[in-house]
């Protein structure tokens, strides 16, 4: 496999690509990834991947411009250098929320990011957890879309056990993926929704729907940014009985105040991936790590020989 | 206006090509459209479009491939005679439900549908209510997306009033479209929770998330097809309790056996709108018709005037 | 071989595709295409088919569009299913005959269709008998275009001989065909030339160009529809003094009420091939079926190994 | 009129282009076309084209690559200056017999050519009786395809009259052009049909098929080159009993030894039009030359107005 | 001119987008363009652009990545709102010294970004001093490619004067640039050699090629970034005896230490335009500062008028 | 190797091909490249190539036109007999100096023929010493560009020795190649310019910047074409006292009275490649031609075995 198998990271998340190379036993193809004095990103590969299958470890994460750009680069580097496919593997999709026009005259950028994507030259998208699964049918090229569900659910069965476990979603459009975790775990559901009222719109109500009085409470999303629903859904959820409350959480975006708000928080334990990387000042003991590594090593492996992906989700 | 704006209908909603084409004082080009011996689809237009704006009306409903075929053709036949532009004004969007790959190895035929289009060469989609808003995405031409909300919430403000009122989602993913409708008239939100329970996952168990007793529950959805999850949340919602409840549902696909099990359950009232014809055997006295021919009409004034179409939903 | 060979085949024509199965060796793969009760095709392939060759059998005869989408559905998952390869065999083509714009404000189906094959993501056709050969630069993937003559060379001179031998062709547009055939054979050519007379054009007057008497007639063509043209020509050679008369047509649309008009006309025989399915209703002891399917088995295999097609025809 | 649009002619037929440009009343566009010292081509356009609609005339014809690439770069001069429609004028369109891959291994060249107007930026075709109407599926875009028909239907009228009118198709596959002339013309229709007998293949045999003895036959065809065929076909009428024997081609090819062929043959006339030049040394007393400026003019003219030209030909 | 021209500007530089706008006397598109919380990039236009042409402004200078990303998103959301054209203002367009291969596997990022700009949706680029012609040719769409030459002209003649002039490239590659300018105001012409000598090529020496004793120097160059070269060619002259020396360059890229080195040279001054915002910390005294906001509000008003734009440059 | 590799040549240099094929060991697969006799191209290829790598020999110099359409066709020829890859090999590529828009209204035909390759169908190309180096970015497919700088250094090292040697560009625009030449071989640099004096523009004047006197001087350039200006060079550097002037050019386009200006010049030698035919009429004592055909041979080979080409040139 080493032979026409490369592996490249540009600088968005490091440690992941080792990892992956690791369980792949595929060494990091050497690269230089870097901005000249200008600002200007550039790359120049150093191994040769002429009819070689290049897989480019790069989620899209903070700075998210920089690390697109990047990876749009080092694609179109190895299109130039003869590569014979080119698959961006992306465990982080940036842009994911700005998927619909749902105000007049904005953009569709997730959209657009999948038709640069395709421009610059890649062949395939490996991604997890996409913000909205029709971003799968933005592209034309074959997407393989991973989910991070297995792993919250081994992490629950493990950890925590399902006696009196709620799965609850934290608002109205994460239903349906709430839903999802509750059916694999035989728990019940329940929504926290959020409205505004009053003639000014300005009084913010929180209702829970659904019964979580002594419940031990697990919030499920697939972004946290800056934390400010699921810690407030944490808080209500608290005042309505809960008996524990965890948030789990596939990407850790994490913007700021997101830490100070999730240690202020009644949460217990917000458990995510490292789909992107978390910086040491972002540390926190309520922050669970799970690593996606081996789910991607395994995947990028069977796309490599033909194996079937969607069988790893059976 | 006349001069230059054309207005052609297939086979698959005469009717409502008919209502727009009397509100915009714009006849409908004569063209032949229909079947040879051998089941292909075939179209003449009699009228020169040439550097004339076309819009082509055509829900893409049942017999959908034969409607999506017709359709192309129509857009090939226009662009060939060197129409300036063409508009897809399809209010029903077919397929609209295949758009994402959630098993493996199935396609993803809105998106498919979307590059059809695009290919036989449309140059803009009008559409209402897509199932996604993401499929709006799947193009890169403009898509006017309309929305019979705002038809919906004057029928309930006029014909029903707003007291003791509870807009309930039929199952887990439509929640963020009743979150809309309840957000609009300031009105109590609940779900109902289909799940299957036991050894063979044979038995359904269904849950209502919300309070419903006592209250006068409207489900929202923006597709009835063979009503089945609807009618049977009608049930449900009758049992813990609810007044009455009535469906509104932008789309009428209304596949057999839809019409019995509306006639049978306890349903008061289905509120639907024309984008798809109901053909005379399934008319019923439960279902309330209403037409989205004027929000039809100003979209396509608009378009051909230049003006903003979105101020149509402030 | 089987490793990598995929043979997939949609609702159009399974016993062609079983044949085509047997004859290479390769089982059919596992597939469901159906539709949902909202008349909406779909598909679900249930082998894997990562880094394989996949060929789609699927004639796009009657219904049309119903065969013509699900074929474009099976490429659209094939596509997205990360194959390596997709190949339509289209033994028919559907819309063959619209193959030009000889009126105003026509489409050019023939070309549509060809346009959203390679839209939906097919990379090769395989066809018979294409109605215009022009058809092939349709295309800009490899177009495999097969010939039925050799078939009907060899059924000829089997089972009729070559004595008095005319080759006719039904109508002034397929006389390049029927010279094709009659040159091989070393047979006469004659025409069957239909005219309109009078002021109002409405007398058929039909005119046989070539010497016919006392010959053992074979009419050809590529398409019999509702064999109204066939039979006629069959009725005027037998009143020319044609010792016996046949129709060879390789593809056998059928089209009511074709199997009335054949059983009642002085046609002998009419021999077709199975490149389209005939119902039960429509079987006639005047037809005789030959089987593409040898010819079918033997290009794939070809194409999958690499090996020249074109010798099959030396 | 004179204001947006721009005619512009390479140095294929200027004499036509000067034609055009005169019933038209527009000047042509001043603008230099020429080859450098190293026999590239290269143009210059001396007038403001931007947002014009832009005419370049240029028929492909001898020397065929060199007209052609003219063609191609003026297009891409005027996408560069911002014309707003570009329209390739053709009257001749060279390669249209290489239509299609009727043996292994070979091109088809009309289609790449139509690709190759595509890619340079032409936004419509104007041209007159392409060797297959097909040719206009090659294109994705408009394609005004005109009928010298009209035009030699008047000349027979006016000059010959239709008295024993024989119309004669010079082979196989020209019957269906032959046989619309002889529609219109209310005549009788015959065919010239060659074919190679004995064991070599090498003598060729001559067959009339239809009545010409005592006629005054009129052969019609797309295109004269070498005019091997239609001498020949010429003579055979002749053994045949015919009185008179003429050819009426739209397309002066005129390859040597045409004209000495033509001179040497029992051919009466030889009537062509003007798509492509004809250099003084090719000046014949049988030879007439009908010109297709009026009807490129005209249309020209009704595509600037987005008048209908269609209606041209009813 | 109003009514369907709209100019709209990016974060990049308002200060020059707020210059063309007071020169062209139409007001700036109102328009949000931020950063959400998780770094993300977003755009609101809010002012109806259907059926216009719209103008976007916008620099892809530091921050790079950002800025291009911002005018990606921006063409989008006009694409998908219904702008009848959209044109990219770039007077600096970054990446575009990333404009060959001339190692192997690297990028070619200034091709990229042409494909990004095109994918996203513009129509029409225009830009001042591309850094290498042919960048021009990385687009199929139009380019108006502005010169900065005309304004340096006309600074030397009138406030320098042409007297002892000499025009001098700061190395090999810029000698076209420099000839240019020596042409048009008839002054002579001198390049500064850079080479590396030694074993260890460790030692650089320059080397100056031409006449310089005595004169007043003028170096020229498209894009000033760390300044070293320049300033180094600045000192090298005078050693070589020039009486005085400045500089003349289009983009102020004015890496750090760009300003520190500029004041420390022997240089009198530096001549930039403002393609590229200077923020108040790179201020000197030594810089000094022409506009082309009077070059590009005349170049869009022609664009929009259909008026020669290259007739600016006779 | 010789399995799946095949070498074809059209009519522009076959024995370039023929030594290609020699060092490959590699036959050239058989084919007709031919004119019919309407001066249309056409091409029939021999041999099967259906699932090979097929590599296009064919440089497109005089008669240019010809050579280019028929590379076209070849290319297009490939991909429908279904070759599994297809190299343009194109040593020299003509139209190299129509790289950019330099004035308004022309063409930029580099870029053109790019898109023409591309639209054909080719894979991939190989090209010696384009024009400009960003050439290699007007394509998407990867461009293998190869320097024939090596075989001039050696040549220089071998046969002539670095003592005295200056390297002289002689133009402005050439002196980055010339540079590039001078550094490797630690020679001095020098540059001949060439400008006109007087009201009208009449008078050129010849400068030589840099020391040439008592020097061996090597004029480099890529394209010799009627050779005025390397052999004016040559006399200005005699006459400023170079000792003696020889001339290294890669492509020999030679255009009349390039052979005759050379012979009655000072340049002592004049050094080409055979990237083009030199006919019989063109030799001369003066020209040395050096070949390319171990380059090529060696870059084929390793494209077709996955390996580094780039490492050719370390």
């Given at each position: 496999?080493?032979?026409?198998?490369?592996?490249?990271?540009?600088?968005?998340?490091?440690?992941?690509?080792?990892?992956?190379?690791?369980?792949?036993?595929?060494?990091?193809?050497?690269?230089?990834?870097?901005?000249?004095?200008?600002?200007?990103?550039?790359?120049?590969?150093?191994?040769?991947?002429?009819?070689?299958?290049?897989?480019?470890?790069?989620?899209?994460?903070?700075?998210?411009?920089?690390?697109?750009?990047?990876?749009?680069?080092?694609?179109?580097?190895?299109?130039?250098?003869?590569?014979?496919?080119?698959?961006?593997?992306?465990?982080?999709?940036?842009?994911?929320?700005?998927?619909?026009?749902?105000?007049p005259?904005?953009?569709?950028t997730?959209?657009?990011?999948?038709?640069?994507?395709?421009?610059?030259?890649?062949?395939?998208?490996?991604?997890?957890?996409?913000?909205?699964?029709?971003?799968?049918?933005?592209?034309?090229?074959?997407?393989?879309?991973?989910?991070a569900?297995?792993?919250?659910?081994?992490?629950?069965?493990?950890?925590?056990?399902?006696?009196?476990?709620?799965?609850v979603?934290?608002?109205?459009?994460?239903?349906?993926r709430?839903?999802?975790?509750?059916?694999r775990?035989?728990?019940?559901?329940?929504?926290?929704?959020?409205?505004?009222v009053?003639?000014?719109?300005?009084?913010?109500?929180y209702?829970?729907?659904?019964?979580?009085?002594?419940?031990?409470?697990?919030?499920?999303?697939?972004?946290?940014?800056?934390?400010?629903?699921?810690?407030?859904?944490g808080?209500?959820l608290?005042?309505?009985?809960?008996?524990?409350?965890?948030?789990?959480?596939?990407?850790p975006?994490?913007?700021?105040?997101?830490?100070?708000?999730?240690?202020?928080?009644?949460?217990?334990?917000?458990?995510?991936?490292?789909?992107?990387?978390?910086?040491?000042e972002?540390?926190?003991?309520?922050?669970?790590?799970?690593?996606?590594?081996?789910?991607?090593?395994?995947?990028?492996?069977?796309?490599?020989?033909?194996?079937?992906?969607?069988?790893?989700?059976?």
């Amino acid at each position: 496999m080493q032979e026409s198998l490369v592996l490249l990271s540009g600088n968005a998340h490091p440690a992941l690509a080792k990892k992956i190379s690791e369980k792949i036993q595929v060494p990091l193809g050497e690269m230089e990834v870097f901005k000249f004095a200008d600002d200007e990103s550039f790359c120049k590969i150093n191994v040769n991947i002429r009819k070689r299958d290049v897989f480019v470890i790069q989620p899209t994460c903070r700075p998210v411009n920089d690390n697109l750009m990047e990876l749009l680069i080092i694609i179109d580097a190895c299109k130039r250098a003869s590569a014979r496919s080119i698959t961006a593997v992306v465990p982080y999709y940036g842009y994911s929320r700005t998927d619909k026009k749902d105000q007049p005259r904005v953009p569709i950028t997730a959209k657009l990011v999948a038709d640069l994507l395709t421009t610059a030259g890649a062949n395939r998208l490996i991604s997890i957890d996409l913000h909205a699964e029709s971003i799968q049918g933005f592209f034309n090229i074959p997407v393989d879309h991973l989910y991070a569900l297995p792993i919250f659910i081994r992490y629950i069965r493990e950890e925590l056990g399902t006696k009196d476990l709620v799965i609850v979603s934290p608002d109205a459009g994460g239903v349906a993926r709430a839903r999802a975790h509750a059916k694999r775990l035989g728990a019940e559901l329940a929504i926290v929704d959020k409205r505004r009222v009053g003639n000014q719109d300005q009084t913010e109500v929180y209702n829970v729907i659904g019964e979580v009085k002594g419940k031990r409470c697990v919030l499920i999303d697939d972004i946290i940014d800056t934390a400010g629903s699921i810690t407030k859904a944490g808080e209500v959820l608290k005042e309505r009985g809960a008996k524990e409350v965890r948030a789990m959480v596939t990407h850790p975006v994490l913007s700021p105040p997101a830490i100070e708000r999730i240690e202020q928080s009644p949460l217990e334990e917000v458990v995510v991936t490292d789909t992107i990387p978390i910086p040491p000042e972002k540390y926190s003991k309520k922050l669970t790590v799970l690593t996606v590594s081996e789910l991607l090593a395994e995947t990028i492996k069977r796309i490599f020989y033909g194996e079937s992906v969607s069988s790893l989700f059976v």
